[in-house]
Nanobody, 115 residues
Framework: VQLVESGGGLVQAGGSLRLSCAAS????????MGWYCQAPEKQRELVAALHSGGSRTYYSDSVKGRFTISRDDAKNTMSLQMNSLKVEDTAVYYC?????????WGKGILVTVSS
């Protein structure tokens, strides 16, 4: 099983990035998918989540209205569209998929937002 994030990098404040998470080898029904971020010296926290076939979404207050989570089942990918990026969005971003009783994590990708 592999989750591989892509699309990170350096962007100026106010800019946009689109993160993708490519999943392979997952068996079982997917219960939930999500993106987390971890800034230096801070705990990992949930940014956005997608539940039950895409019918329910969650966004943290800090990204609501700026970030959009989506999934493409045909391509086995999950994405996070990040708009109006702020310096405080700088962090390593991780994708997570919960399938049955198993919890899968990507290795993370760095997003740096400069002022």
């Amino acid at each position: 099983v592999q989750l591989v994030e892509s699309g990170g990098g350096l962007v100026q404040a106010g800019g946009s990035l689109r993160l993708s998470c490519a999943a392979s080898g997952i068996t079982g029904s997917i219960n939930a998918m999500g993106w987390y971020c971890q800034a230096p010296e801070k705990q990992r926290e949930l940014v956005a989540a997608l539940h039950s076939g895409g019918s329910r979404t969650y966004y943290s207050d800090s990204v609501k209205g700026r970030f959009t989570i989506s999934r493409d089942d045909a391509k086995n990918t999950m994405s996070l569209q990040m708009n109006s990026l702020k310096v405080e969005d700088t962090a390593v971003y991780y994708c997570r998929i919960v399938a049955g009783p198993v919890d899968y994590w990507g290795k993370g990708i760095l997003v740096t937002v400069s002022s």
